[in-house]
């Protein structure tokens, strides 16, 4: 039986990605951003408590995924999906979406006054810091699908000697304190492979545990029965954070990453045990979402670094600008996603399922 609140929460993770992304023109703690605006505190403070634990938990939830496709896909059919549906929009998407943003990156921050295909090669051959918040190459928040790509070829020969393995996991020996401490290993994985502050090693450690630990249904069951104090202790966590970040309890920089990861573990547990009693269902309106969210996330960041360009230049009021920049990136993305569908060489680029 389909997973269907696996499928409801990483919709709703992507669509999460609008405000987070548009709050993150507006940051406070000194990152630059495509399109940048004054800092504004109430926005930052959404960025603290989510970007701990937002990706982490889409990883956890592609390793659950990949649980439950390694159970009706042969390897090759498993490997052809993660080529077809990861790879092949990555290269499309660097190739064609991400130079969009780093052109109006290099109009704001730089007064560029090049055409865009001027700038599509300044893009390539730009020295840069990889962020491409300045212009230069980036791929930009195509990051995940290609740490998701890399982390899939090699955790696939894992999982499938896994499967055909009789010594499985003693999942039954597992409550929740023992649970709990696995934070401990994508906490220890951080230092793997870090690059620009996103860790393939930490990241590798979640989509793991999702896949060996968290798609069991006995796993999941303990997720429901605890529902509640999981999201207790999330939300204790983030409290925790955001005084921290508002510089009100100083806090040793290792001791402050460790609680931020169990912070983060915490929330994914919470929201999965949430899930599972609340968004196991499907309808018609989580039926789009769900077919939708992958193109959402390739799309969503082109729309808000294009709004936000020339809402700027209409108003310098900063709470109508995030409403307008999100009011105006929305439905663009979605009505991207409409044409692209469309056509069969826009579906094949992009991973649009039919």
């Known amino acids: 039986m389909r997973k269907h609140f696996i499928d409801n929460l990483r919709w709703i993770v992507v669509l999460l990605l609008f405000p987070y992304h548009t709050f993150m023109i507006y940051n406070t703690f000194g990152e630059s951003f495509y399109i940048k605006g004054p800092d504004i505190s109430i926005t930052s403070t959404f960025i603290v408590a989510t970007w701990p634990w937002i990706m982490p938990l ?5 390793g659950i995924s990949s649980a439950y496709a390694l159970k009706k896909r042969s390897t090759l059919e498993y490997l052809n999906e993660r080529v077809t549906k990861l790879l092949v929009p990555l290269i499309f998407g660097i190739l064609l979406l991400i130079p969009i943003i780093t052109y109006y990156a290099e109009r704001f921050h730089n007064g560029y006054t090049g055409n865009y295909f001027e700038q599509y090669i300044l893009f390539f051959t730009k020295p840069t810091d990889l962020t491409g918040y300045h212009g230069g190459f980036t791929p930009g928040h195509l990051w995940f ?38 934070f401990i290993i994508p906490f220890v994985s951080q230092v793997v492979l870090d690059i620009s502050g996103k860790s393939i090693g930490e990241y590798f450690a979640f989509f793991l545990i999702g896949y060996f630990v968290l798609s069991d249904e006995q796993i999941q069951q303990m997720l429901d029965k605890y529902r509640y104090l999981l999201t207790l202790i ?96 929305v439905p663009f993305t979605f009505f991207t996603y409409y044409i692209c569908r469309k056509f069969s060489v826009t579906r094949f680029m992009f991973g649009i399922k039919k």
């Open 234 to 329: 999330f939300l204790v966590g983030m409290v925790f954070i955001l005084i921290c970040f508002n510089n009100k309890f100083n806090v040793n920089g290792l001791l402050f990453d460790l609680i931020e990861e169990f912070y983060a573990f915490c929330g994914i547990l919470a929201l999965l045990g949430m899930s599972r009693r609340y968004l196991n269902f499907i309808n018609s309106v989580t039926d789009f979402f769900s077919k939708t969210s992958f193109t959402v996330y390739l799309f969503h960041q082109i729309w808000i670094a294009i709004v936000a360009f020339y809402i700027f230049k209409l108003t310098q009021q900063t709470a109508l600008q995030i409403i307008l920049i999100l009011v105006g990136s």
């Open 145 to 182: 699908i290609l740490y998701l790509f890399v982390i899939s070829l090699v955790a696939l020969p894992i999982m499938t000697r896994y499967e055909k393995t009789n010594r499985k996991l003693p999942i039954s020996k597992i409550n929740l304190p023992i649970l709990l401490t696995l």
């Open 58 to 62: 889409l990883f956890t939830v592609a």
